[in-house]
């Protein structure tokens, strides 16, 4: 279903060749501090779909508009964002 739904969307599916991770270093990034900060602190609460949704949900909000970014210059990516729009389109 997933890979039909990619498709629908005109989505092409590309995958990192095995043993390269720096293929798609921000993401294995992510999915590290997804891990340790949400992940593995929380998994015995995940009860059902339905509550790692809401867990998830509340982390991607949190990590989106409060956790800061070194990246970003410390400040969190909705932030971030934001000042790039009030650059470059003012």
């Not at 949190?62 to 003012?90: C, M, V």
Request: glycine letters at 4%.
């Amino acid at each position: 279903m997933f890979i039909e739904s990619l498709k629908a969307y005109g989505i092409k599916q590309s995958f990192s060749y095995p043993g390269c991770p720096n293929d798609n270093a921000c993401m294995e990034g992510f999915y590290s501090i997804l891990r340790r900060e949400e992940i593995n602190i929380n998994i015995d609460k995940y009860e059902n779909s339905r509550v790692i949704k809401d867990f998830l949900n509340k982390y991607f909000t949190f990590y989106n508009e409060t956790r800061i970014h070194t990246s970003n210059d410390g400040l969190p990516p909705s932030s971030k964002e934001q000042k790039w729009f009030e650059n470059h389109l003012a």
